[in-house]
């Protein structure tokens, strides 16, 4: 019988390792710029072209390559970070393994070109699919060039698998921020298409969290500094009344490696236990230092696990480190024994003169007089309907026309809820009347908020019960989804365009969604840095809102695409609905409550919230005597 097992050839090999440390443009990015911080670089730049696919360049001034090194390079298990096993527990470089070159050379066509510092000439090497293609002295500056051109040009079912340029640019920015993290004394640039995405000159750890997120960013950060035996912590939490609902603000460094621990996310956020709610997510950015031989890093291709041998105590010490931060800067609330309250005073208090107090009378006031001859005048109703959270009357009365025509695009399975039939609530019966018969006529009705959530609609055979806040959003849900399928809303032209800094998810996630932003009514352009102008709000904002709304925005569309895999229009009609909504507790007029039952009224489901959740709830005389009964 003739032998079958057989050694594969190299490049076979090489494909099949790519498979694990190679999964997308995003992971050779990751190993690059790992190897340009090795090499002692001052200054990397990451050059991208159609989000990793057409062209990663990476550019450092490190130590360079001779011309052996650079050859050598390529093969596989080929480092000069170890020499024997116990170096493992060492580990001062990001890199050990000596498997990404290789990888990366069996899945795209390669060309490095490196020059030592102090030689005169540098080499260049080109490797397509490992195989090498030519190698040559060349002129080039000290330092490390490396192109990854058609990355999976060779391998078809794996480029097939990759998402959209945004998903994949989404996965870019990531593994950059994550890096350009641990090193804040680097100066990193980044380009895609010939744009420039970020600048990071070099500076300290808060610095670079601004440089990367924003300004705003800088007065919500509270410092963590800890240091004991077993464990070095530095870095930043975030505020909790800046907790969002959505992850992709935690960052745990450890020896300037990021990783993914859900241990210690769990010691962070039992830190915030009472402070925020528990479907949103604190932000942290914390450096853990520890000695090389307690941790193992060697446990997974892409090296973002790591294993703690005294893992308890380190959850222990960051989760007192945190809540000990929280509480020192007046964030958590704290109780000091030693300190007697009966004198704490506000500083204008303590350098203010003391002031007789005084009791105004009015002396016209007749108790038995209803007429309006008080000081305070006669009451008068409210009559802002037109600056609920942030809509306009007129527009109110214009949208019923335009909801009506959304009955051929709207379906209940696109909001995810039971099947009911329409208005089910209004085709029951009360003493042989249609509740929707009913609420043709509302000026015989009493409306009125009966709790910061709920309004009821009282008639002659009972009344009825309405979410407000929920109301609301499915009414704008209804109105944003037609006019991102049929028509668009009218912009109103801001006189002084605002600037508003983004994060750099939240400025990707503007380039990917731009053209349905101005369906919906915002006209915004690019002004750099992550940073855009708004021209142009919907005519129903009112002017000072659109930076709330649009951060709001944001982050709904993240956290509804993230958690409810929602895509396109559903989840923009959805967020801009859930961010433009009259905000729980808010105290509505009777016009206004009347002119939001109208409005509900017109929606093609009008029982049911965006969520699923019951909108409304009829009580008939019966019902409300059977209460009595209990």
Avoid at 188 to 203: A, C, I
Avoid at 355 to 383: E, H, L
Wanted: glycine letters at 6%.
């Amino acid at each position: 019988m003739a032998d079958i097992i057989r050694l594969l050839p190299d490049a076979v090999a090489n494909q099949i390792a790519a498979g694990e440390v190679i999964q997308r443009p995003a992971s050779a990015v990751k190993e690059l710029l790992e190897n340009a911080v090795d090499s002692g670089a001052s200054r990397i730049q990451l050059i991208l072209r159609d989000a990793g696919k057409s062209l990663i360049q990476v550019i450092d001034d490190g130590s360079g390559m001779t011309e052996t090194d650079a050859r050598l390079s390529f093969e596989r298990h080929a480092t000069s970070k170890i020499r024997k096993s116990d170096d493992l527990y060492t580990l001062h470089t990001m890199g050990f393994r000596g498997e990404a070159l290789a990888s990366i050379a069996a899945v795209a066509q390669v060309e490095l070109k490196t020059r030592m510092r102090g030689s005169d000439i540098g080499t260049k090497v080109v490797i397509e699919a490992s195989e090498v293609k030519g190698q040559e002295p060349v002129a080039v500056p000290e330092g490390t060039s490396i192109s990854v051109k058609n990355l999976f040009y060779n391998v078809p079912a794996r480029r097939n698998f990759l998402k959209s340029d945004t998903v994949e640019s989404r996965h870019l920015h990531e593994e950059f921020i994550r890096v350009s993290l641990s090193y804040p004394h680097i100066h990193f640039t980044m380009h895609h298409n010939g744009h420039q995405v970020f600048d990071l000159r070099g500076g300290n750890f808060r610095q670079r969290i601004a440089a990367i997120f924003g300004n705003n960013y800088n007065e919500r950060l509270v410092p963590i500094e800890e240091e004991t035996s077993i464990v070095k912590l530095e870095g930043f939490v975030g505020k909790p009344e800046f907790a969002k609902k959505s992850r992709g603000e935690q960052y745990f460094f450890v020896n300037h490696r990021f990783i993914k621990d859900n241990y210690l996310h769990h010691a962070i956020s039992s830190a915030y236990e009472s402070l925020i709610t528990k479907d949103s997510y604190s932000s942290y950015w914390l450096n853990i230092t520890v000695d090389p031989a307690t941790i193992d890093v060697n446990i997974h291709p892409t090296k973002t696990e790591i294993k703690f041998i005294d893992d308890k105590n380190v959850y222990a010490i960051l989760r007192a480190a945190a809540k000990r931060a929280l509480g020192k800067f007046s964030i958590a609330p704290s109780l000091d024994f030693d300190q007697e309250r009966a004198f704490d005073l506000p500083l204008d208090k303590l350098n203010s003169i003391p002031v007789q107090p005084t009791i105004k009378v009015n002396p016209n006031y007749n108790p038995f007089n209803t007429s309006s001859n008080s000081a305070a005048g006669p009451a008068t109703p409210r009559t802002n309907w037109g600056r609920i959270e942030p809509r306009r009357a007129q527009d109110w009365l214009q949208m019923h026309d335009d909801l009506k025509k959304t009955s051929e695009e709207f379906t209940p399975e696109r909001n995810q809820m039971t099947s009911a039939p329409k208005n089910e609530m209004f085709l029951t019966e009360d003493h042989g009347i249609s509740l929707l018969s009913i609420f043709d006529d509302l000026d015989d009705f009493r409306f009125v908020q009966v709790s910061p959530r709920m309004m009821s609609v009282s008639y002659s055979h009972g009344f009825v019960l309405i979410d407000i806040q929920g109301a609301h959003e499915r009414i704008m849900y209804e109105r944003y989804l037609h006019a991102l399928e049929t028509k668009a809303v009218a912009t109103q032209q801001q006189l002084f365009p605002p600037q508003l800094q983004l994060s750099p998810a939240d400025a990707a996630l503007v380039v990917e969604i731009n053209e349905d932003l101005r369906k919906i009514g915002f006209d915004l352009s690019d002004f750099g840095n992550n940073t855009v102008v708004v021209n142009g709000i919907p005519a129903e904002l009112e002017a000072g809102l659109e930076t709330q709304v649009l951060q709001m925005l944001f982050e709904q569309y993240r956290n509804n695409r993230d958690r409810l895999q929602l895509q396109g229009h559903d989840n923009l009609a959805r967020s801009m609905a859930r961010s433009i909504a009259v905000k729980m507790g808010r105290k509505l007029a009777s016009r206004e409550l009347k002119q939001l039952a109208m409005d509900l009224l017109h929606c093609e489901t009008a029982n049911y919230g965006v969520n699923g959740k019951l909108l409304i709830k009829q009580f008939g005389a019966e019902d409300i005597y059977n209460l009595l009964q209990h």
